[in-house]
């Protein structure tokens, strides 16, 4: 199969996957809502859902990266998930609650492999060039897109044929996933003995790697901590939308966010695909941190929605940015580790942003706003501190002949 060939079919199958996860987020909650008449429920299994990404990382990434078959193990994780999420439609409101956290999790489980192990595909299906810095921003135009389509395909269809459905046509999503997957031009690894030692030594390797390389260890510190914001953000735009006397709007917010987010993409996709990544993540950095300021500070809904857009642009270079530093300065035989690793960090800090403000919030939207927006400057100076680091030049080479051992 051809290069683009093989990026168009790895394209389709991610774009599958994440669909079936954003969407989870909006299917598990309504589903509770309307078995049980109380969405507490479906908040709790959502935390079950996403509490294991952080411990599930490291080793789905060791796993992945020593799997003699790549494409038989993402069809299998991808067939996981999908069953999870098929057994959630039927268990949520039916089922003890001690019962579903556990199908929640198990699918949890498989999430690292959705989000940062897919992630790392491209760079083994394409060498080094723009080829390979293209298809980076096409595939964190498949985060933004899923990040549209899965919430709004969910809430349509649970509105259209009841939540139990829309949580199952998810799974479906998934399962097309893991038939794409068996197509992918990945071809097999030599044979590697199961031990159980040399995982927990690749496992040790992939956190080594991360924590060694000053790229990736400014660019993971930076976006764990932009992420505790940004976990935050939907819950702040729906209080922000109801202290403005817009009860319900809050969702559009979002909608021009995730929107705003997928046009930065693909617009850097077209125009720009080789541009520096270590600029972009500053300006993704500091240009969402800045946009959300200006929400903060808006007149009008019409200003506010305007600087959630002009946000999500600035978010979408960001994770265009992302991929392209861990795919460029991750070890060669550590990538899938790295990419599982910090997509799993993510994760859970925006796990705890979304707890934070539910617990310790200011009361004010527009200062939980302002809060959010911070973080995101201060993730810029992160960033850049990490980087400039002095006598961190040499901690790549060094730490890298240590996992090449």
């Not at 429920?41 to 790549?70: I, S, Y």
């Not at 991808?78 to 959630?88: N, Q, S, V, Y």
């Not at 949580?167 to 097309?176: C, E, F, H, N, S």
């Not at 496992?203 to 764990?224: D, F, M, P, Q, Y």
């Amino acid at each position: 199969m051809s290069g683009l060939g093989g990026t168009r079919l790895y394209l389709a199958t991610a774009f599958c996957a994440r669909t079936a996860e954003e969407g989870m987020a909006v299917g598990v909650v309504m589903l509770a809502a309307q078995r049980l008449d109380d969405a507490t429920q479906g908040a709790v299994v959502l935390a079950a859902w996403m509490a294991p990404h952080v411990l599930a990382a490291p080793t789905a990434g060791a796993l992945a990266a020593r799997a003699r078959r790549p494409r038989a193990f993402y069809s299998v994780a991808l067939a996981g998930f999908a069953a999870a999420i098929a057994a959630l439609s039927m268990s949520v409101g039916r089922l003890p609650l001690p019962a579903v956290l556990v199908i929640a999790a198990a699918g949890g489980c498989c999430g690292p492999v959705v989000s940062g192990g897919l992630s790392s595909l491209p760079a083994l299906m394409l060498g080094p060039g723009p080829e390979q810095d293209r298809a980076y921003a096409l595939d964190a135009s498949v985060y933004n897109a899923a990040g549209v389509v899965g919430p709004a395909a969910a809430g349509s269809a649970a509105a259209a044929v009841g939540s139990g459905a829309a949580l199952a046509a998810l799974a479906v999503a998934a399962a097309a996933a893991a038939v794409l997957a068996c197509a992918l031009p990945l071809p097999p690894r030599p044979a590697a003995r199961p031990d159980a030692s040399a995982v927990r030594g690749d496992l040790i390797a992939g956190l080594v790697a991360v924590w060694g390389s000053r790229e990736l260890r400014a660019i993971t510190a930076a976006t764990s901590l932009a992420f505790v914001g940004l976990g935050a953000l939907t819950t702040t735009a729906v209080l922000l939308a109801d202290s403005q006397r817009r009860p319900g709007t809050g969702g559009w917010l979002m909608t021009a966010f995730a929107a705003g987010a997928l046009a930065g993409s693909l617009a850097l996709a077209r125009l720009r695909p080789a541009a520096d990544p270590v600029r972009l993540a500053v300006t993704g950095l500091a240009g969402t941190g800045l946009a959300l300021a200006v929400a903060a500070l808006a007149p009008g809904p019409l200003t506010c929605a305007a600087a959630f857009a002009a946000a999500g642009v600035c978010d979408g270079l960001l994770l265009t940015a992302t991929l392209r530093l861990r795919a460029d300065h991750a070890p060669p035989n550590r990538r899938t580790q790295v990419f599982t690793i910090g997509a799993g960090l993510k994760v859970s800090a925006a796990a705890l942003g979304a707890a934070l403000v539910g617990g310790a919030g200011s009361g004010s939207a527009a200062w939980d706003l302002a809060a959010i927006a911070a973080l995101h400057i201060v993730a810029a100076v992160v960033y850049a501190g990490i980087r400039r680091r002095p006598g961190s030049r040499k901690e790549p080479t060094v730490i890298n002949e240590a996992v090449r051992r």
